[in-house]
């Protein structure tokens, strides 16, 4: 049964239900998150921000994953994208790889590389796996090791980067950019080079999650984001045809805000380790949502018909001035989750909108982040897998 708009809400003429949305859409994306547990304790950590372990579902067993990801080949997905916390600590790893390359998928590893050894590495390519992504925190050791709190680590990044360049994997450097980092650039992209990467995704920090607790200690100032842009423009132009310099710029400075995943339920969906499939991997910060899960139904259901992905799929939930804005069907209204965490509800425009009625609540952030910079910083840390904070770190 189709559901009817709600009253008040606008449905554009010829525009489809979001149920019948939902099936002509198909998801080219799955993010695996197969554990939460990590040896990592990066402050913008993408997990959530309150794991209680008395709440906690055990994670998905190996066949409940070979199921979804079988599900997830017939409903059209193309890349499969392994991840966590550390997917590592998953010991079926290579089993699930198998599944997915037997059923077409085109599979990457998103990892911290703690826990890739050479042994790891041929299992995982014997199994089928098609790249590696690695995370860097910085370009040298003590920095590094500060920002992921975790001593020796980044030792262990440069051993395994190494390694996936050995056995012929493509190999993509990731790092998270923020104030702790930024102005690393230069050296952060030789040492991608000297790695050999085929891709360096410089991505400025998503304020979610962890990074939003930590968001005044993170945004870099405008001043660095131009220079930072300055330098990464000349990279990309210096590296064509080498390695593909991927930037995601800070949504905070700019006029118009993203295409958060292309669109809410249409492009992309995650599964969380235990089961839980979301439109985006920290859609469970917004109230009133109700998301389904693989223990009780297919991916294919969930993906067509689970409230939480119709409830702000399309535009017709959008309110003014996205709903007559000629670039709603380009960047969608913005991200869900930062109008939730900015304004206190999903609906609104994203504030990175300069459009954006709540636009003077970022503005807000931006001005403390401007009086706050050059004093030193501490961070709240993700929780341990057993719930305990831990230490906050500091940097200046
Ligand atoms: Fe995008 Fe809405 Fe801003 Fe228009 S008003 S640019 S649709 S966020
Ligand atoms: Fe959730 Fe953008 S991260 S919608």
Same mark, same amino acid.
């Given at each position: 049964?189709?559901?009817?708009?709600?009253?008040?809400?606008?449905?554009?003429?010829?525009?489809?239900?979001?149920?019948?949305?939902?099936?002509?859409?198909?998801?080219?994306?799955?993010?695996?998150?197969?554990?939460?547990?990590?040896?990592?304790?990066?402050?913008?950590?993408?997990?959530?921000?309150?794991?209680?372990?008395?709440?906690?579902?055990?994670?998905?067993?190996?066949?409940?994953?070979?199921?979804?990801?079988?599900?997830?080949?017939?409903?059209?997905?193309?890349?499969?994208?392994?991840?966590?916390?550390?997917?590592?600590?998953?010991?079926? %790893? +290579?089993? /699930?790889?198998?599944? &997915?390359?037997?059923? *077409?998928?085109?599979?990457?590893?998103?990892? $911290?590389?703690?826990? #890739?050894?050479?042994?790891?590495?041929?299992?995982?390519?014997?199994?089928?796996?098609?790249?590696?992504?690695?995370?860097?925190?910085?370009?040298?050791?003590?920095?590094?090791?500060?920002?992921?709190?975790?001593?020796?680590?980044?030792?262990?990044?440069?051993?395994?980067?190494?390694?996936?360049?050995?056995?012929?994997?493509?190999?993509?450097?990731?790092?998270?950019?923020?104030?702790?980092?930024?102005?690393? %650039? +230069?050296? /952060?992209?030789?040492? &991608?080079?000297?790695? *050999?990467?085929?891709?360096?995704?410089?991505? $400025?920090?998503?304020? #979610?999650?962890?990074?939003?607790?930590?968001?005044?200690?993170?945004?870099?100032?405008?001043?660095?984001?131009?220079?930072?842009?300055?330098?990464?423009?000349?990279?990309?132009?210096?590296?064509?045809?080498?390695?593909?310099?991927?930037?995601?710029?800070?949504?905070?400075?700019?006029?118009?805000?993203?295409?958060?995943?292309?669109?809410?339920?249409?492009?992309?969906?995650?599964?969380?380790?235990?089961?839980?499939?979301?439109?985006?991997?920290?859609?469970?910060?917004?109230?009133?949502?109700?998301?389904?899960?693989?223990?009780?139904?297919?991916?294919?259901?969930?993906?067509?018909?689970?409230?939480?992905?119709?409830?702000?799929?399309?535009?017709?939930?959008?309110?003014?001035?996205?709903?007559?804005?000629?670039?709603?069907?380009?960047?969608?209204?913005?991200?869900?989750?930062?109008?939730?965490?900015?304004?206190?509800?999903?609906?609104?425009?994203?504030?990175?909108?300069?459009?954006?009625p709540h636009r003077a609540r970022l503005l807000a952030i931006l001005s403390e982040v401007e009086q706050q910079s050059g004093s030193s910083s501490s961070f709240h840390s993700p929780f341990a897998p057993d719930g305990q904070p831990l230490i906050?770190?500091?940097?200046?």
């Open positions: 049964m189709k559901p009817s708009p709600s009253p008040g809400t606008h449905q554009p003429e010829g525009a489809l239900s979001q149920t019948a949305l939902g099936s002509t859409l198909r998801p080219f994306g799955l993010l695996a998150e197969l554990t939460y547990r990590c040896p990592l304790r990066c402050p913008y950590c993408s997990n959530p921000t309150q794991i209680l372990s008395d709440q906690r579902q055990p994670e998905l067993t190996t066949s409940e994953w070979q199921r979804v990801i079988s599900e997830a080949a017939t409903l059209g997905v193309l890349h499969l994208l392994f991840s966590g916390g550390e997917p590592l600590l998953r010991r079926d %790893l +290579p089993i /699930l790889v198998d599944s &997915a390359r037997t059923v *077409g998928l085109y599979t990457n590893l998103i990892t $911290s590389a703690l826990g #890739l050894t050479q042994r790891r590495l041929q299992e995982l390519r014997e199994a089928g796996l098609d790249s590696v992504q690695i995370s860097f925190q910085a370009d040298e050791a003590a920095l590094a090791d500060g920002i992921a709190g975790c001593p020796g680590a980044h030792e262990r990044k440069l051993e395994a980067a190494r390694l996936v360049n050995a056995c012929g994997l493509p190999l993509t450097i990731n790092v998270v950019l923020h104030r702790g980092n930024i102005e690393r %650039l +230069p050296a /952060l992209i030789a040492l &991608a080079e000297r790695l *050999g990467a085929q891709r360096l995704e410089l991505a $400025s920090t998503q304020y #979610l999650g962890w990074a939003f607790c930590n968001k005044v200690a993170l945004l870099p100032t405008r001043a660095q984001v131009q220079q930072a842009e300055t330098i990464v423009r000349a990279a990309q132009e210096r590296l064509r045809g080498r390695m593909e310099v991927i930037y995601v710029w800070p949504d905070y400075y700019a006029e118009r805000p993203k295409p958060c995943l292309y669109g809410w339920g249409r492009r992309y969906l995650t599964i969380t380790p235990e089961g839980e499939v979301l439109p985006c991997q920290t859609a469970r910060i917004i109230p009133n949502l109700h998301f389904d899960n693989v223990r009780q139904h297919s991916l294919a259901w969930i993906w067509q018909r689970s409230a939480a992905f119709e409830r702000f799929r399309g535009s017709h939930w959008m309110p003014e001035p996205c709903r007559s804005c000629p670039l709603r069907e380009q960047d969608f209204g913005g991200c869900r989750c930062q109008a939730f965490l900015l304004t206190g509800d999903a609906a609104n425009t994203d504030p990175a909108c300069s459009l954006s906050p770190i500091l940097f200046r």
